[in-house]
């Protein structure tokens, strides 16, 4: 018998209440759950009139790269090495890359990653959103902000929190530490990334000023992105919103893409956001003001590893993948097909703020998850069957397989955003391509095959069909979480036989088969409210 003996648990077991603040909606209940939300109309947020406003806010969250002489060339600090002692602790403390294999520790700096805000302000709503240059940013650090937020006093009723999930940054989430016994997750950065997206925050809305929306598509990217699981399903879209003042000056823009930033590949040692850093630069030089990158569909897997970059005249790539040449290309390319489609589109009369959130509950489909949390990895709230909060000595006598049969779950969310003439939808890890787009006909992407290990699961309808909304809708990826790859039941394919031949990229690192289903509830939930 497995039990979770060691589990390190889990922030909300022990989670104060929701601060009582009557010019925002609350949080939390009494034991950490989050609870649902509709604005305008809830406490806090009754109404959503008169003029739009919008601010931007921009701070840094580079780590502290300590460097070494690395003496023998092999890629690690071995004691005796010299090393940058910047803490003055006289302890090597690297800080360990995320995406790709473990163990692989910064040597520098490359560019500055952020945490880019954007407030918007209409009536007694007011909603924040921000993008941070991390792999990956589970909900209760999402949770954390949102507190941090509240003590600032910044009104916000609704905060997205979601990270660019560039693979060339500090581990925020925990696998990628030395061994797979040791986090790679640093709380004191994870700490200084809280307050410095606060920050940005607060920076955002002591800037907001009135504002009107242009919002734009840009489709011709399908260059630029390789899938690399089949079947083979893209989605090319690039979504733009720009914010400018009533003299026209430019506030902020902001662009939702889905493609994988690993265009520096595992060859890469330098802190970079890769490709979303030139994304941002091209679209600041051309409107004089912060862009602000979200990801877009990711799963599938949506990729730039085996694109043509930087195509010669006869069409051969001439700067591979693990070059900033590379990720150079992609944010040229794609910030130049924005910056027209933005200049080409008018701005929008509409002025409409809304925001809605549904709670929803995941339960463990995946070992290697939970042996993840049991490891002491990383950390979150964890609930019991009967959805009350689980403390450490219950944990303990949990065994793996009642919490692989649903004895425990996690908590998450979905939430959407209305903002003027674009719609947001956000969903907590990678979504496939097949799960988001609606075909022509209107029928769906997903494709079945008797050899996947659920071949009778009904597949989920796509997301964007349940958007019932007129306006130009967009899918935020590692929305308010990271829970990994969110592919359809009927396609989850981890045992033998395997529908493709082999077995595919992505169920071992999803969180489990059944997240996509109970993903879709929620955002039928979501409209139903």
């Not at 630029?224 to 919103?241: C, G, K, M, N």
Request: proline share 7%; with cysteine; glycine share 10%.
């Amino acid at each position: 018998m497995r039990r979770l003996g060691f589990v390190v648990l889990f922030l909300a077991a022990c989670s104060a209440p929701d601060a009582d603040d009557p010019e925002v909606p609350p949080l939390l209940d009494e034991d950490g759950r989050l609870l649902p939300l509709a604005c305008p109309g809830a406490p806090g947020c009754r109404s959503a009139d008169g003029a739009l406003r919008v601010g931007v806010g921009v701070r840094k969250i580079t780590p502290e790269v300590e460097t070494w002489s690395d003496d023998d060339g092999d890629g690690a600090w071995d004691e005796g090495e010299a090393f940058d002692d910047l803490d003055g602790d006289g302890e090597f403390d690297p800080v360990w890359l995320a995406g790709f294999g473990r163990g692989r520790a910064a040597t520098g700096v490359h560019d500055d990653l952020w945490a880019r805000a954007m407030v918007f302000a209409r009536g007694d709503l007011k909603i924040g959103v921000v993008a941070l240059d991390l792999i990956g940013y589970f909900n209760d650090d999402v949770i954390a902000v949102r507190e941090g937020a509240r003590e600032a006093g910044l009104g916000l009723d609704y905060v997205l929190v979601a990270s660019t999930h560039q693979h060339e940054g500090p581990d925020a989430m925990g696998p990628w530490g030395e061994t797979p016994f040791e986090t790679g997750r640093d709380e004191v950065y994870l700490a200084r990334v809280v307050e410095e997206a606060v920050a940005a925050l607060e920076v955002a809305n002591e800037g907001l000023v009135e504002a009107t929306l242009t919002v734009a598509t840009a489709t011709d990217t399908r260059h630029l992105i390789h899938d690399s699981r089949e079947p083979e399903v893209v989605d090319p879209t690039a979504t733009a919103l720009l914010a400018r003042d009533t003299s026209g000056a430019a506030i902020a823009s902001l662009v939702v893409w889905g493609n994988h930033p690993e265009a520096l590949d595992d060859v890469n040692t330098l802190v970079t956001s890769d490709y979303p850093h030139y994304v941002r630069e091209g679209l600041e030089a051309a409107f004089d003001a912060p862009s602000v990158f979200f990801a877009g569909t990711l799963g599938g897997l949506m990729n730039p590893l085996h694109i043509q970059g930087c195509p010669d005249a006869d069409g051969n790539r001439t700067c591979p993948a693990g070059t900033y040449e590379l990720a150079e290309y992609i944010g040229e390319e794609l910030s130049s097909r924005v910056i027209a489609a933005l200049e080409a589109a008018a701005p929008s009369d509409d002025r409409t703020l809304a925001v809605r959130r549904e709670r929803v509950q995941l339960t463990f489909g995946n070992f290697a998850f939970l042996a993840g949390y049991a490891a002491g990895l990383f950390d979150r709230r964890i609930f019991d069957v009967e959805d009350r909060p689980v403390t450490r000595a219950q944990a303990d006598d949990v065994r793996v397989e009642d919490a692989l049969a649903g004895a425990l779950h996690i908590q998450s969310e979905v939430g959407v955003v209305t903002l003027g003439p674009l719609e947001l939808l956000t969903v907590p890890g990678e979504l496939y391509p097949e799960l988001w787009l609606t075909p022509d006909d209107g029928g769906s992407f997903i494709v079945v095959n008797a050899d996947v290990d659920y071949p009778d699961a009904p597949p989920e309808p796509p997301l964007s069909s349940l958007m019932e909304t007129p306006r130009v809708r967009a899918l935020v990826n590692q929305g308010n979480d990271a829970l990994g790859y969110i592919l359809p039941k009927v396609q989850y394919d981890f045992d033998e036989p395997f529908a493709y031949g082999r077995r595919q990229y992505g169920e071992v690192n999803s969180i489990g088969p059944d997240i996509a289903p109970t993903l879709a509830a929620g955002v039928e939930r979501l409209y139903a409210r």
